[in-house]
């Protein structure tokens, strides 16, 4: 069977007008259901399309034919009939019934078409998949998305799809068999354990290495891959679109002390990831799994920062890397409002303002990194007066001395110091001493 998801699929329909509705629930209050309608929009605009309208139901439970109450599915179908709309984006998940009624309801002749959050993210990884794993990853999801929907769909199916929610399998072969699909399936499974063996045999040459691994994690957008391109000219596609990055890029980087370390951009987190894009993206996603060090980035001016945080932090834990050490990086502080507060999320002494843009705090970021990464050891400069000499020798059996200068005021060591030397030999701690050479 040909590869569905085909160049004709995912060419992208400019300026979709679309109609966002959304639902102010039990679980779900209006602040809530705003920030998310506010991502809605951002990746309706990801995929090509734009908004004509937004509309909210405050309802204590989605209906279960339509999710929205009739009064508002009429309301709707005018709307739509006004604007000439043929596009509806629903915040929530929806059943294929629900899709089937409200299509039914809406549709007074013409063509509209009713998806959901989860069809619109399919959609953009459609959109931005490059490597072949990440287009097979992208085709299993759709596929595993589309399989329950295909139930009682009928002559519906037959109508070809284009523009956004339709990339990826087109309609009209998903009528034409079920087991087709099914195979199909099994195969781009095949494939991706096929794929993934691989890169664990990479991984596992990297571990044998010795290499420490950092994962670039985060909230998409965040500008994760900005930062990777700036430590280390990557080279990486970094833009202000949502899910820019789907396939993880490895790089060398060496700390300051020399060690080097491997850095890796990962694709970007969402609330109400669909489950299935997880279990696709499984691998992909993953990568944070295998990292000795998570670097969280955080777009510090984004109002929603924190809670893109939370989003962050719980779904690193549910891919089972909650108990990975983690610096926080509050990047693009060159346009962060002043009155910008910290997540309370975030470990102060592991926190760092940077500005993967203009360069600034990167130097103290990497520095806080190279801690981390050494488990607490630091290179630092110690003093010991005149008067401290037995405190001086003391220091080369407790850490690795890496230079002596012996100076009027005393003498000056530098060296790589764990937590314990640090601790031991505090009150010695000392600026680089003036006038000698790096
Ligand atoms: N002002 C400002 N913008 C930034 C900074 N870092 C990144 N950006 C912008 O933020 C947008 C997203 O950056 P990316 O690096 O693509 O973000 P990402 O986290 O890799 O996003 P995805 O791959 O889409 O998940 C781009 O337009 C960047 O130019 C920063 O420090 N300051
Ligand atoms: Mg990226």
Known sequence: MKELLTDEKTAVTENARAVLVGLVTRGRDETECEISMNELERLLDTAGGEVYARMV???????????????????????????DVKLVVFDCD?????????EKELDDGGDIRVIDRSMLILDIFALHATSAEGKLQVELAQLKYTIPR?????????????????????????????????????????????????????????????IPKVAVAGYTNAGKSTLLNALTG?????????????????????????????????????????????????????????????????????????????????????LGAGDKPILYALNKCDTRPADAIKPADADSARTVEISALTGAGLD????????????????????????????????????????????????????????????????????????IDD
């Open 234 to 318: 990557a080279g990486i596609l970094a833009e202000d679109k949502l899910f820019a990055t789907l396939d993880p890029t490895t790089r060398k980087f060496a700390l300051p002390d020399s060690t080097e370390i491997l850095l890796t951009d990962t694709v970007g987190f969402i609330r109400n990831l669909p489950h299935h894009l997880i279990s696709a993206f499984r691998s992909t996603l993953e990568e944070v799994l295998y990292a000795d060090v998570i670097l969280v980035v955080l777009d510090f001016s984004d109002p929603e920062c924190a809670s893109q945080l939370s989003v962050t932090k719980q779904l690193i834990s549910e």
């Open 57 to 83: 139901q405050a309802k204590e439970t989605p209906d279960i034919r339509t999710c929205i109450g009739s009064g508002k599915v009429q309301e709707l179908a005018e709307l739509c009939r006004g604007g």
């Open 150 to 210: 295909l139930a009682g769909h009928g002559a519906e199916m037959s109508r070809l799809g284009g523009g956004i929610g339709t990339r990826g399998p087109g309609e009209s072969k998903l009528e034409s068999d079920r087991r087709h699909i099914k195979r199909r399936i099994a195969a781009l499974e095949e494939d991706i354990r096929n794929l993934e063996a691989a890169r664990a045999t990479q991984r596992k040459q990297r571990e044998k290495s010795g």
């Open 364 to 435: 103290a970021l990497i520095e806080k990194l190279a801690e981390i990464v050494n488990d607490g050891k630091r290179n630092v400069w110690f003093r010991f007066g005149h008067d401290s000499q037995g405190a001086a020798a003391q220091l080369y059996k407790y850490a690795a001395v890496l230079r002596a200068e012996y100076l009027d005021d005393g003498t000056y060591l530098f060296a790589t110091a764990d937590k314990k030397a640090l601790g031991m030999f505090e009150k010695y701690l000392s600026e680089k001493p003036d006038g």
């Open 94 to 102: 929806l059943t294929p019934a629900q899709i089937r009624n409200l």
